[in-house]
Antibody, heavy 121, light 107 residues
Framework: EVQLLESGGGLAQPGGSLRLSCAASGFTFNTYAMTWVRQAPGKGLEWVSGISGSGVGTYYADSVRGRFTISRDKSRKTVDLQMDSLRAEDTATYFC??????????????WGQGIRVIVSS | AIQMTQSPSSLSASVGDRVTITCRASQGIGNDLGWYQQKPGKAPKLLIYAASSLQSGVPSRFGGSGSGTDFTLTISSLQPEDFATYYCLQDYNHPQTFGPGTKVDLK
């Protein structure tokens, strides 16, 4: 059974940092791309970042490029999202999702339950 | 980035109705489009990929069509569990972009 469990959310100050982690199980981790998607309170879905199965390809939304960094650890089977220079508009529920293939340009067939990030002073 | 629009933004329908939602891309994206369903407080669920391919386990009352810039999600006979918000997502190029969503509620 595929499981994705996000951790690391919480409250951060504007300009601060948080690191989200997604622990994956139930599939061959190195084979599949992984994605982070977020949803601000009462708003729609926003694609944030994706990483290929190999970890070589990384991609970002314009709104987070240069501030967020996605990475994956094969041995721990985790995907991390390092979020720096946080802004109030980064406040959202962040979802980790598994791609249907190995390239980062993909749809996502399994999702975590989401984790809340609040950026506020 | 490719801009995705959806229409309508919301609709009211009854059980058994045929429902159609439209998604438009700001440039041609071939058939690189998927549809997701999201219920309140839950993660999205993949329904359709490659514009018209049904994801495993998704009921056959869901169907997708279109190519280029214009796409459609059709629910042939709306069921109680289908009241939700629906989003399109392009996987033609990075950054991937979602449409703003279409909320389907009970008339």
């Amino acid at each position: 059974e595929v499981q994705l469990l996000e951790s690391g959310g919480g409250l951060a100050q504007p300009g601060g940092s948080l690191r989200l982690s997604c622990a994956a199980s139930g599939f061959t981790f190195n084979t599949y791309a992984m994605t982070w998607v977020r949803q601000a309170p009462g708003k729609g879905l926003e694609w944030v970042s994706g990483i290929s199965g190999s970890g070589v390809g990384t991609y970002y939304a314009d709104s987070v490029r240069g501030r967020f960094t996605i990475s994956r650890d094969k041995s721990r089977k985790t995907v991390d999202l390092q979020m720096d220079s946080l802004r109030a508009e980064d406040t959202a529920t962040y979802f980790c999702a598994k791609g249907v293939g190995g390239i980062a340009l993909t749809h996502n067939d399994f999702w975590g339950q989401g984790i809340r990030v609040i950026v506020s002073s | 980035a490719i801009q995705m629009t959806q229409s309508p933004s919301s609709l009211s329908a009854s059980v058994g109705d045929r429902v159609t939602i439209t998604c438009r891309a700001s440039q041609g994206i071939g058939n690189d489009l998927g549809w997701y369903q999201q219920k309140p407080g839950k993660a999205p669920k993949l329904l359709i990929y490659a514009a018209s391919s049904l994801q495993s386990g998704v009921p056959s009352r869901f169907g997708g069509s279109g190519s280029g810039t214009d796409f459609t999600l059709t629910i042939s006979s709306l069921q109680p569990e289908d009241f939700a918000t629906y989003y399109c997502l392009q996987d033609y190029n990075h950054p991937q972009t979602f449409g703003p969503g279409t909320k389907v509620d009970l008339k």
